[in-house]
C-alpha cells in the first residue's frame, strides 16, 4: 500500500461509501466483470487488431504475470509512457491486477520530465515504445538511469507480451492505484494519487451523464494517458459500458476523419485548437463522418463563437468538459439548451462536489461574481504524493483543493471559466509551469535572470515568450540558440519557448516583484 499521501478523513470516507460513491471495487474485478458481461465483444481497435473483453482481461493477467516474472511487486511504481496504442490497456491493466501503480506520462516527455518523475516515485521499472515517431526511447531509457537509481528494468510493450497468467491480488478499493501527473504551476509536476474508488466513482458516473452505452465508439485522439482520455469518460468509461476504444495514433483531420468512417466512430474528445482545426477541415473533407454524435471539447476554454460551430458544421452534439486531474470534472449535459452548452464549461459530476468561489482572502465573493475556485468531494484529492509543504499551500486546512482557476458560477450550477491565477500557461491544453522554463532558462552561463509568460495565441490560445535579462559582457545570444539550449536540457518539445525577448530589466509590482502582467502587455504581446 503507498505511503505519503494524504486520505479523506475518515468520517468522509464512511459517507461517500454509505452514499454508493466508493462501491469497493478494484480495477482487476473490475476488468473481470466487464469480461464476464461483455466477453467476445470488440473492446479495444488499433488498426487491424482486435482485442476482445475476454481477450483483453486475459492480456492484462499474463502482463501482470510478466511484471511479476520481472520482480516488480504490489505497492511498486512503473513509469508508464506510451503513446496511443492498443497494448497501453492490458499493460496499465495488468499493474492495476498485479497491484503495481503506473506512473502516467506523455509521449512527449523527455529527460527532464522522465528523469525526475522516476527518482521522485523511486520507479523499479519504465516502459516505453521504443522507437516512436523518429525518437529513439531506448537512448532516453539511457540518459535517464543515472537519474533515476530505482530503475531495475526498462521495457518495451513486446517483452510484456507472454507472462504466465496472474489473477491472485490482495489489493484494496482503497488504495492508490496509480500516479498522474499535475499541470500545477511551480517547478516539475507534482504526482497525484488516484484510489481504485474515487477513480472508478468517477468513471461509472461519467459515463451515465455521458450517456454512454454498448452502442458508443470512442476514438482515442488525444494522449491516452490524459486524465480527459483516461476518464471523462474516456476509454475506461467507454469499456465500462460495453463499448468500442479505438485508438488514433495522430489527432490531425487527415489520420482521424479516415478513422472515424472506417470505424463509424460516434464520439471523440479534442483541445479547443483541435477542434478549430477539425472545424476548418470538415468542409473540404470527403470522409464520412456521419456517425459521429458528439464531440467532447475541453483542457481549456473553447471560445463561444467556435462552440456554436460544432453542431452546424461537424452534424454532431458538442459537449464541454472542465476538470482536472487533481479530481473535479465538470460536463455540460445533454438536456442542457444550447445557451449554456456554448457558453459554459459545464456543472460537477456529483451532489457531493464541493464548490467555493473565494477572493484571495478565501473570502466566498457574492454569487455570480469571479473568484477563485476551490473544491472538494469524493474523487477530489486531499494532497499531492511526497509533498508536504506544496499541500500546504494548495489545500485549505479543512481540505479544499485550490484549482487555480478563475470561475463565476451561474443560478444552475454551471461553471463558466474567467482565467487562471495560477502562474501557469495553458498551450493548446497542455499546461506548462512557468517557474519550471525559467529554472532551465537560468542553468545557461549567459543568463542572469528569466521570467516566462503566456502570450495570446489565435491557434493555441496561449503560446509561451520568456524575457531573459543577460550577465554583464556575456556574449549576445539568439533567440534560436535560447530554444536549442532548452532543448538540448532534455525538455519536452511544447515547453521550449515559442518567443524569446532580451530585455534590460523586467517591470516591477509596487512591492518589488517582477510585473507579469506587465510583461503581458508589453507592445505586440496583448
Known amino acids: 500500500m503507498l505511503t505519503d499521501f494524504t486520505p479523506w478523513p475518515d468520517a468522509t470516507a464512511q459517507r461517500y461509501r454509505a452514499a454508493g460513491y ?248 479534442l483541445v479547443p485548437p483541435l477542434a478549430m482545426v477539425w472545424l476548418d477541415s470538415a468542409a473540404s473533407s470527403d470522409a464520412d463522418l456521419s456517425s459521429l454524435q458528439l464531440l467532447q471539447v475541453g483542457g481549456a476554454r473553447l471560445s463561444d463563437e467556435a462552440a456554436a460551430r460544432v453542431e452546424p458544421v461537424l452534424g454532431c452534439a458538442l459537449q464541454q468538459v472542465f476538470g482536472m486531474a487533481e479530481g473535479l470534472v465538470n460536463y455540460t449535459r445533454p438536456d442542457d439548451p444550447p445557451a449554456l452548452v456554448v457558453g459554459t464549461q459545464g456543472r460537477p459530476i456529483s451532489p457531493d462536489d464541493e464548490i467555493r468561489i473565494v477572493d484571495a482572502s478565501d473570502r466566498e465573493v457574492p454569487a455570480g461574481e469571479v473568484g477563485h475556485l476551490l473544491t472538494r468531494g469524493p474523487y477530489t484529492i486531499r494532497g499531492y504524493y511526497r509533498a508536504p509543504e ?29 482565467g487562471r491565477a495560477k502562474d501557469q500557461i495553458n498551450r493548446g491544453g497542455e499546461k506548462i509551469a512557468a517557474e519550471e522554463v525559467e529554472n532551465q532558462l537560468l542553468a545557461h552561463p549567459a543568463v542572469l535572470d528569466a521570467s516566462v509568460v503566456a502570450v495570446p495565441d489565435p491557434v493555441l490560445g496561449e503560446r509561451t515568450c520568456a524575457y531573459l535579462i543577460l550577465r554583464p559582457a556575456a556574449p549576445s545570444l539568439t533567440a534560436g540558440q535560447v530554444r536549442a539550449f532548452v532543448r538540448s536540457r532534455g525538455l519536452a518539445a511544447y515547453k521550449i519557448p515559442d518567443r524569446v525577448e532580451f530585455v534590460d530589466a523586467f517591470p516591477q509590482t509596487a512591492v518589488g516583484k517582477i510585473s507579469k502582467a506587465r510583461l503581458r502587455r508589453r507592445e505586440g504581446l496583448s
Open 22 to 269: 466508493w462501491q469497493g471495487e478494484t480495477f482487476s474485478g473490475w476488468l473481470h466483470g466487464l469480461a464476464a458481461r461483455f466477453g467476445e465483444r470488440v473492446a479495444v481497435v488499433d488498426g487491424a487488431r482486435r482485442w476482445s473483453y475476454a481477450a483483453l482481461n486475459e492480456a492484462a493477467s499474463r502482463t501482470a504475470g510478466a511484471f511479476e516474472d520481472l520482480g516488480v511487486s504490489r505497492g511498486d511504481r512503473v513509469v508508464v509512457q506510451l503513446p496511443n496504442i492498443g497494448e497501453f490497456l492490458p499493460i496499465v491493466l495488468g499493474l492495476f491486477r498485479l497491484g503495481a501503480l503506473p506512473v502516467f506520462t506523455l509521449p512527449s516527455h523527455r529527460r527532464a520530465e522522465i528523469g525526475h518523475i522516476a527518482a521522485a516515485t523511486d520507479a523499479v521499472a519504465y516502459v516505453h515504445p521504443g522507437v516512436w515517431e523518429r525518437f529513439d526511447h531506448h537512448r532516453l531509457a539511457d540518459e535517464v538511469r543515472p537519474l533515476a537509481p530505482s530503475l531495475r528494468h526498462v521495457v518495451t510493450p513486446a517483452d510484456l507480451a507472454d507472462g504466465k497468467p496472474f489473477d491472485g491480488t490482495d489489493v484494496s478499493a482503497g488504495d492508490v492505484a496509480f500516479l498522474q501527473l499535475s499541470g500545477g504551476s511551480t517547478g516539475l509536476p507534482k504526482l497525484i494519487p488516484r484510489t481504485h474508488d474515487d477513480y472508478l466513482y468517477s468513471i461509472r458516473a461519467s459515463a451515465e451523464i455521458c450517456r454512454l452505452s454498448s452502442d458508443t465508439v470512442y476514438l482515442v485522439a488525444l494522449p491516452i494517458a490524459h486524465n480527459f482520455t483516461m476518464s471523462s469518460p474516456g476509454v475506461l468509461g467507454v469499456l465500462h459500458a460495453g463499448g468500442r476504444v479505438v485508438t488514433c495514433p495522430a489527432p490531425s483531420p487527415a489520420v482521424a476523419f479516415p478513422l472515424i468512417a472506417a470505424e463509424r466512430v460516434t464520439m471523440t474528445a
Open 390 to 418: 506544496h499541500n500546504a499551500v494548495a489545500f485549505t486546512a479543512d481540505g479544499f483543493y485550490r484549482t487555480g482557476d478563475l470561475v463565476r458560477q451561474l443560478p444552475s450550477g454551471h461553471l463558466v471559466v474567467e
